[in-house]
């Protein structure tokens, strides 16, 4: 995502979600990154837009073992 309209930041991240943005494919950092810019300039996604993403990150998970158990332990430990 080197266009010549961006600039590259840093941000805090734990070594978990470190490790799962560099593992993931390029699409999904650049997905990362629209979510991000749309967030931090106060832009909002269409409901069907959002909708569609959610569901997409909710198969990828389950595609990679996340279970409603694993989910629910997670959320448990905050």
Do not use: C, F
């Not at 950092?29 to 979510?35: D, G, K, M, N």
């Not at 569901?55 to 990679?64: H, Y």
Request: hydrophobic share 35%; glycine share 6%; aromatic share 2%.
């Amino acid at each position: 995502m080197a266009a010549s309209n961006t600039e590259e930041i840093r941000i805090q991240v734990d070594q978990e979600t470190a490790k799962a943005y560099k593992d993931s494919p390029e699409e999904e950092r650049r997905a990362v990154s629209t979510l991000l810019r749309l967030w931090l300039k106060g832009g909002k996604p269409s409901p069907e837009s959002l909708k569609r993403a959610m569901d997409e990150i909710g198969q990828r998970a389950r595609n990679r073992g996340l279970t409603a158990e694993i989910l629910e332990d997670i959320l448990d430990e905050r």
